[in-house]
């Protein structure tokens, strides 16, 4: 039944939860096509497609909509003011890298889009750091697979889509609180 869905919807689930959530839905990904449910290049071009979309447009709600509540609300939190002070010391550096920085994914985009860069530039460096993110973040899932199923053996689809979930739940959460001490000790 699981699999059956997966294989269904995977692709697409993948592409939305590129855009929406990230990172998890990406890794779990890579563990359905080291199980063959997906093929791995769709996990890779789904999540790196989803991941585009969605930061573009966010960049365009930046770009269009400045001075709704919703941006200034967004962009009023401490990390924005960190992800600006990036953005202008190393744009495109940063333009590259804000989707690997925990915690800036998702209001990077924003603050891009309020700035001066030109949206052809966001749009090629974009396309780039998009593809790198889904072809890194799906190899996690698979890679981490491979090591489960040397570990522990092959398992029901179930068990092995809970263990990555944990691992990438806890992963991140080790990643969001460094960032936060890093952030913290950085003002």
Not at 98 to 108: A, D, E, L, P, T
Not at 141 to 165: K, P, Q, T
Request: glycine content about 10%; overall charge positive; some cysteine.
């Amino acid at each position: 039944m699981l699999e059956s869905l997966i294989a269904q919807y995977g692709l697409l689930a993948v592409l939305i939860g590129a855009g929406i959530e990230g990172e998890t839905v990406v890794f779990l990904g890579g563990v359905s096509a080291h199980r063959h449910l997906l093929p791995f290049w769709g996990v890779a071009a789904a999540a790196a497609l989803g991941s585009f979309i969605a930061d573009q447009i966010f960049f365009f709600l930046g770009r269009r909509a400045s001075g709704s509540a919703w941006v200034r609300k967004l962009t009023s939190h401490p990390v924005a003011a960190k992800g600006k002070d990036l953005l202008e010391r190393y744009p495109t550096g940063f333009i590259l890298a804000f989707r690997f920085i925990y915690g800036m994914r998702n209001i990077s985009p924003v603050i891009i889009g309020l700035s001066a860069v030109p949206a052809r530039k966001f749009v090629m460096l974009n396309a780039l750091a998009a593809l790198v993110w889904g072809l890194c973040i799906s190899a996690a899932g698979y890679l981490f697979s491979n090591v489960i199923e040397a570990v522990l053996g092959r398992m029901h689809l179930h068990i092995h889509l809970i263990i990555g979930l944990v691992f990438a739940v806890a992963f991140g959460g080790v990643l969001l609180i460094c960032s936060r001490w890093r952030l913290a000790k950085d003002m």
